[in-house]
């Protein structure tokens, strides 16, 4: 059961356009929402996370959108540049009960210069 | 700052045997995890430590074995290798479970 779902599995953009990458998500406890990026050959890193106090968090040229009614979030990275090239991971946790980190399948994204 | 140093980068097993894999961690971080990433795949929890000789089992936690030595050290042992199995283990730790965790260099694992 995939409990964190990510798409798309590959994502192609140009230098300076804006990258759209999809997770969603069916644990309601689900209370904090970290994205890692990953780049070949290196270990996962965070990125970005946010908690569903807010809709938004924004860090820079990386923006998550949080929808709870949905149980969907996006994350937006802005003027994208070849060094955004990486694996984006969304994960999902919750502070009570099972705390246990969640992750999604990864977006690889690419950004042509 | 602090570092996570794995050891080894490289493991090559036969089918059924017994192999170890050690973490270090100096950041002085109460939790510390071991994670699975296959190809194409996230990661997934085999085993996580929130403090010296505790052990909780992940998801994949079926076929491994682990061991908090000391708080810096996590070790995982994969009891019986199973053939053209291949994948990337993850060591990370954080402050405690609700904390950004932060990942080794990974070891990786083939079986012949």
């Known amino acids: 059961q995939q409990q964190v779902r990510q798409s798309p599995q590959s994502l192609t953009v140009w230098e300076g356009e804006t990258a759209i990458l999809n997770c969603s998500y069916e644990?309601?406890?689900?209370?904090?929402f970290p994205w890692y990026w990953q780049f070949p050959r290196e270990s996962p890193a965070l990125l970005i996370a946010i908690r569903p106090v807010s809709n938004k968090k924004e860090d820079g040229r990386f923006t998550i959108f949080f929808n709870k009614r949905e149980k969907k979030l996006s994350l937006h990275i802005t003027d994208s540049q070849p060094g955004d090239s990486a694996t984006y991971f969304c994960?999902?946790?919750?502070?009570?009960?099972?705390?246990?980190?969640?992750f999604g399948s990864g977006t690889q994204l690419t950004v042509m210069p | 700052g602090g570092i996570i140093t794995q050891t080894p980068k490289f493991l090559i097993g036969q089918e059924g045997q017994k192999l170890t894999l050690k973490c270090q961690q100096n950041f002085n971080h109460d939790t510390m995890y071991w994670y699975r990433q296959d190809s194409g795949k996230g990661l997934r929890l085999i085993y996580y430590?929130?403090?010296?000789?505790?052990?909780q089992k992940g998801d994949l936690s079926e076929g491994y074995d682990a061991s908090r030595e000391k708080k810096s050290s996590f070790s995982l042992t994969v009891t019986s290798a199973q053939k053209n199995e291949m994948a990337v283990f993850l060591c990370?730790?954080?402050?405690?479970?609700?904390?950004?965790?932060?990942f080794g260099p990974g070891t990786r694992l083939l079986v012949l």
């Open positions: 990370a730790s954080s402050i405690s479970t609700q904390d950004t965790q932060y």
């Open positions: 994960a999902a946790s919750a502070s009570s009960g099972s705390w246990q980190l969640i």
């Open positions: 644990d309601s406890t689900f209370d904090y």
């Open positions: 430590s929130i403090t010296e000789n505790d052990l």
